[in-house]
Structures are given as structure tokens and as C-alpha cells.
């Protein structure tokens, strides 16, 4: 089959595989029967503000996939609605990135696990020393199925009962 006309793909794997941006095009043509996708261990240093790959348009509307595995891909940051487009997605995988804040790209409303594990980055200018986890994150309880976080490696320069509240 050509990637001209769409293909019934459960699992899509691209991990290690040099990409710097996610590659929209050919998702386009899985979008309506990926579950699962597997990017890890490639480049996505600013994700959701590089090149084609923009907030929304990073990655095309994919109304199954499930599970999006995004370790060892040296994001340093996520833009909003980046994940916009994956309304049914259950399960993210952040290992190993240098992401230093808790952005609100992270707040989708049917995501039940979310493992974030932040790994130290030495390049220069880059370094943090505390992760930037916002006070009253569940409050709107907009993030309601979440059953699983887990946040290794994130150096809390304060972590209180107030964070968790909702």
C-alpha cells in the first residue's frame, strides 16, 4: 500500500529515528485507526513550536490513539494545545526530557496516566534548579481520570497539600 490512501495501523512506531519535528503528513494517513504511537528517543526539543508542528497542527486529528510514548526525545518545553488533537488519549509518556515546568498542554481531559520523568539537563542556560509545578492543577477537576502520576526526577522546590487540591 502506498501512503496515498489511509492505513489501518493499530501501533506506529518512529523511535529513534533523527526526527525533529512530528511527522504530521504521515500520520494523516493512520489517524483514524492509530491507538498507539511510539516517538521516543528523537528531537522534539520545543514541542508544539517548530517548523510545521505548530500549538494544534503538531499532530493531526487522531480520535483512537490511546498512548503516545514521547521518551528520551529532549523536549525542554510543550506549547499549548499542542495535544489538542488526541481527545481520547489515556496514556503519556514524557521519560527522560528536560522539561522543567508542568505546562497546561499536559491538562487533557481524558488522560488516566502520565509519567513524567525529568531528566538533568547540562547544557548551558538551560539548567533549573526546581520544576515548576502549579498550585491548584485539579482544582477545575478537568483532569478527573487521571489515576496514575508519576513525577521522578522533578526536584519540588515546595510541594504542598495545596497542589494536589480538587
Do not use: W
Not at 499532530?59 to 525542554?76: A, S, T, Y
Request: glycine share 4%; aromatic share 12%.
Amino acid at each position: 500500500a502506498s501512503l496515498q490512501q489511509d492505513l489501518n495501523f493499530a501501533s506506529l512506531g518512529f523511535g529513534k529515528n533523527s526526527l525533529v519535528t512530528v511527522p504530521m503528513k504521515t500520520l494523516y494517513y493512520v489517524r483514524k485507526s492509530l491507538r498507539r504511537l511510539n516517538l521516543s528517543h528523537n528531537y522534539f526539543n520545543e514541542m508544539g513550536s517548530t517548523g510545521a508542528n505548530q500549538a494544534n497542527s503538531t499532530f493531526p486529528v487522531m480520535p483512537h490513539l490511546e498512548e503516545l510514548i514521547l521518551d528520551h526525545c529532549d523536549i525542554r518545553s510543550i506549547e499549548l494545545h499542542t495535544f489538542a488533537n488526541l481527545p481520547n488519549l489515556k496514556l503519556l509518556s514524557l521519560k527522560s526530557n528536560p522539561i522543567y515546568t508542568f505546562s497546561p498542554a499536559l491538562i487533557l481531559p481524558n488522560l488516566e496516566a502520565l509519567h513524567l520523568y525529568v531528566e538533568d539537563d547540562d547544557e548551558e542556560g538551560y539548567r533549573q534548579s526546581f520544576f515548576n509545578f502549579p498550585a491548584g492543577l485539579f482544582e477545575d477537576l478537568s483532569m478527573e481520570k487521571l489515576r496514575i502520576l508519576e513525577l521522578h526526577n522533578v526536584h519540588f522546590g515546595d510541594l504542598s497539600d495545596y497542589h494536589f487540591k480538587g
